[in-house]
C-alpha cells in the first residue's frame, strides 16, 4: 500500500511540475471558498421586480446584520445612461481588481486590438562567431521558456556556434520595478512580481510541498532550478498526522531572497503548490537562455544585463520576437486577473505616448474616452494598491462608453463569462445569470467588487457595479451577498 502511494505522489508531482501553469489569486480565492452560485443558496425562483422595487429589494440583502460594519457601493444603468439604482455612486471605494477594467480600455483605445509587443534581438559579428548578441526587452510578459528555445532553434538555423558577449538589455522601462504602494507581504507572491523589461514566464516560480512520514520535514520540490538558486528556503515545516487541518504559512523576509516554510501538512495531503516571485528576474531571463544556448552546443564566453541603453553601432537587427495581439493580452488581463499584464499594458502605454508615468498615460486615454480624472485616483494599474480610489459611476461610465466605441467586441470579450471562464466561472452556475453576465472581478482582504455589463431575462443589457469595502466577512459570504444582488438586478424590469 505504501509503494502505491508513493507511485501516486510521484505522478501528482510530475503533473504538477509540467501540466500546470500559475493560478491567479482571485481565481483560486474562488476555488477554495464556493463551487457554484446554487451552493450559495441564490434562489433562481423568486418573482419579478419592477425598477422601484430594486431598492427595497437590495437593501434587504446590504443590510444584513452581518455587513453592518461594511460600506457599500452599487450604480446600475441602462446602456444609455439612466439610473436604474445608485448607492454611493459618487463616493471612493478601493476597486481591487476592478481597476483593470480603467487600465484595459485606456490601453485598448489608446494601441487598439492589434498591437503587439516586439523583442528585437541585434548580434555584432557573422556566423559561426558572434562577438555579441543583445536582446532588447520591451516587456512582453507573454515571453515563455518555449520562446527562448525558439531563439535558440534561429540561431542554430543561421549556423552560429559561439557568442562572446550575451547582453540582456532591460533598459526599456524606467524603475521602480515593484510598485511602493503595495503591502510588502505580498512582494514575494506571483500576483505581486516584480515588473521589468524582460520578462520570462510572467516572472513566477512554482514551489510544491510534499508530506512524508509523520513528523519528518516537508519535502520541497521547485519547477525551475535557475529560479531556485535565487531563494533561501529556511524549512520549519512538519508532515502531521492523518487529515490533520491545513495550517502551511510562507512568508518572505522583508528586502531579503528568503523564504520561511513553517507549519504543518498532513500526511495524506495532497502536493500543496505556491506560485512565488522570481527574485531576480532579468537575470534569470540570461541564465535561461544561457541554459538552453549551452544545450544546443552554442558557447557564451560572457553574459551581462544592462539597464542603460547601451547600443553599439556596428548592430544589426537579426531577428525579433512578436507577442499575441493586444486583444488575447487584454483577455489574459481582465479574464484571470493578471497583475503582472496590467501593469506592463500600462508602462507600454506611457512609451506610446510619450509621457511620463503609467498612471499619466491611462489617464490621458481615459480623458479622451470621456471619463472625469476626478472619479478615480490611481496609484497602480492593476489594482494590488489599497491607495487606489473609484466611484462606482466611473467604473459604470469605463463600460458604456466602450460598449460605444469601435473596440467595443474586443473590450466586451476580454472580460469573464458568469458561470464558464475565468474569475466568474465558478459563480451563477445553474441561474439564468450563466453566460448572461460578463465581468470583472476585484478581490482584497475586506474588498470584493463585481462589474460589468448584464443581460436580464427580460432581455435588456444593463451596466452595474457593485463594490463592498470594509468587510470582515469571508470571501464567500461577501460573494454570496454580491451576487443575491446580481440576481435581483437581472430580474428588475419595467412595470
Known amino acids: 500500500m505504501k509503494l502505491v502511494f508513493e507511485w501516486l505522489r510521484f505522478f501528482s508531482l510530475l503533473f504538477l511540475l509540467f501540466g500546470s501553469s500559475t493560478i491567479n489569486q482571485e481565481t483560486l480565492a474562488q476555488d477554495k471558498d464556493f463551487k457554484s452560485s446554487v451552493e450559495n443558496n441564490i434562489a433562481d425562483d423568486a418573482p419579478r421586480l419592477c425598477h422601484q422595487d430594486l431598492s427595497t429589494a437590495i437593501e434587504n440583502v446590504i443590510n444584513r ?5 461594511s460600506r457599500w457601493g452599487i450604480e446600475v ?15 471612493f471605494f478601493t476597486p481591487a481588481s476592478s481597476a483593470k477594467l480603467l487600465t484595459t480600455a485606456a490601453v485598448l483605445s489608446a494601441l487598439g486590438a492589434d498591437y503587439r509587443f516586439r523583442t528585437p534581438i541585434y548580434a555584432v559579428g557573422h556566423p559561426p562567431n558572434l562577438t555579441s548578441l543583445r536582446l532588447k526587452g520591451q516587456g512582453d510578459p507573454t515571453i515563455s521558456s518555449q ?9 542554430q538555423v543561421l549556423k552560429i556556434k559561439r557568442i562572446e558577449k550575451l547582453i540582456i538589455d532591460d533598459s526599456y522601462f524606467e524603475p521602480p520595478i515593484i510598485n511602493p504602494t503595495w503591502e510588502w507581504l505580498d512582494v514575494h507572491s506571483y500576483f505581486a ?14 514551489l510544491i510541498l510534499l508530506p512524508q512520514q509523520i513528523g519528518q520535514p516537508v519535502k520541497f520540490y521547485w519547477s525551475d532550478a535557475i529560479a531556485a538558486r535565487q531563494w533561501q528556503v529556511i524549512n520549519e515545516a512538519i508532515t502531521g498526522a492523518l487529515n490533520i487541518p ?46 538552453y544556448l549551452a544545450q544546443s552546443d552554442i558557447k557564451v564566453t560572457q553574459g551581462i544585463v544592462i539597464d542603460k541603453p547601451n547600443r553599439n553601432k556596428l548592430e544589426t537587427e537579426l531577428m525579433a520576437i512578436a507577442s499575441p495581439p493586444m486583444q488575447q493580452i487584454i483577455a489574459k488581463t481582465n479574464q484571470e486577473s493578471n497583475n503582472l499584464f496590467a501593469e506592463v499594458l500600462a508602462r507600454v502605454l506611457a512609451k506610446e505616448l510619450n509621457v511620463k508615468t503609467p498612471i499619466e498615460a491611462i489617464n490621458k486615454s481615459l480623458n479622451n474616452l470621456g471619463i472625469n480624472s476626478e472619479d478615480y485616483v490611481l496609484l497602480d494599474a492593476s489594482g494590488l494598491s489599497r491607495q487606489n480610489l473609484v466611484t462606482p459611476k466611473a467604473l459604470v461610465t469605463v463600460l458604456r462608453l466602450m460598449s460605444r466605441s469601435k473596440d467595443n467586441q474586443t473590450f466586451r470579450r476580454s472580460l469573464a463569462i458568469a458561470g464558464v471562464n475565468g474569475t ?10 450563466k453566460n448572461n453576465l460578463i465581468g470583472k472581478t476585484g478581490t482584497l482582504t475586506g474588498v470584493d467588487t463585481l462589474s460589468g455589463y448584464l443581460t436580464t431575462s427580460e432581455g435588456k443589457t ?13 470571501s464567500q459570504k461577501i460573494r454570496q451577498a454580491i451576487d443575491r444582488v446580481t440576481v435581483i438586478l437581472d430580474r428588475a424590469s419595467k412595470c
Open 147 to 155: 520562446s527562448l528555445k525558439h531563439i535558440v532553434h534561429q540561431l
Open 77 to 91: 444603468q441602462t446602456l444609455d445612461g439612466e439610473s436604474l439604482y445608485s448607492l454611493n455612486g459618487d463616493k
Open 424 to 433: 466568474l466561472k465558478n459563480r451563477f452556475i445553474d441561474t439564468a445569470i
Open 462 to 474: 444593463i451596466v452595474f457595479s457593485i463594490l463592498l469595502n470594509n468587510s470582515e466577512q469571508s
Open 65 to 69: 446584520s452581518e455587513f453592518r460594519r
Open 193 to 206: 512580481t516584480a515588473v521589468n523589461s524582460t520578462i520570462l514566464n510572467q516572472n513566477t516560480v512554482t
Open 246 to 291: 491545513y495550517e502551511i504559512e510562507i512568508d518572505g523576509d522583508l528586502g531579503k531572497p528568503t523564504l520561511q516554510i513553517r507549519g504543518k501538512l498532513a500526511v495524506n495531503e495532497p502536493a500543496d503548490v505556491w506560485d512565488l516571485a522570481i527574485v531576480d528576474p532579468d537575470n534569470y531571463f540570461l541564465e535561461s537562455l544561457r541554459l
